[in-house]
């Protein structure tokens, strides 16, 4: 059976990419892999020229993984009622390389991403996940766009 791995984050685009990749995968016959991951929260802030370090005043709390997995959840459930395959993952990693790890974990055959439709000037500073994906991906990936409907 054939693997759409979709990556989501949770974000008001959740459910479009997620329409999208189930549509994806009804049409393919395949089983559809819901992952979330929350990137770690650091624990101190770069400051300055010499990058001197902060450290932050209480301890960080870590992300509460049930209840990201308890919404992934959620999201599955009316696809598993029309008889889709839906399988979830919530991790804590960096992004790029959790979602490429688990191509590999889960066997997927077709990576889904969705695209939030920043501009150049974040893309400089923060960078994309889908555009580092799609530079390091060693299966097809589809990126469902999220904008313009």
């Known amino acids: 059976m054939k693997t759409l791995l979709t990556a989501i984050d949770l974000s008001p685009i959740t459910t479009r990419v997620i329409d999208g990749a189930a549509g994806l995968a009804s049409d393919l016959g395949a089983k559809l892999v819901l992952l979330a991951v929350v990137e ?4 101190y802030v770069p400051v300055g020229a010499a990058m001197d370090v902060i450290t932050a005043p209480m301890p960080v709390e870590p992300p509460d993984l049930g209840a990201v997995k308890e919404r992934l959840e959620q999201l599955a459930e009316p696809f598993r009622a029309k008889g889709l395959a839906v399988e979830t993952i919530a991790t804590t990693a960096l992004p790029v390389e959790e ?31 889908v555009t580092s994906v799609l530079k ?3 299966i097809p990936v589809t990126v469902i766009p999220v904008h313009g409907n």
């Open 40 to 43: 770690p929260v650091a624990a």
């Open 99 to 129: 979602i490429l790890h688990q191509a590999e974990a889960t066997k997927a055959t077709m990576l889904v991403l969705g695209s939030h439709g920043h501009g150049a000037l974040f893309h400089l500073f923060a960078g994309s996940v």
């Open 136 to 138: 390091k991906a060693r």
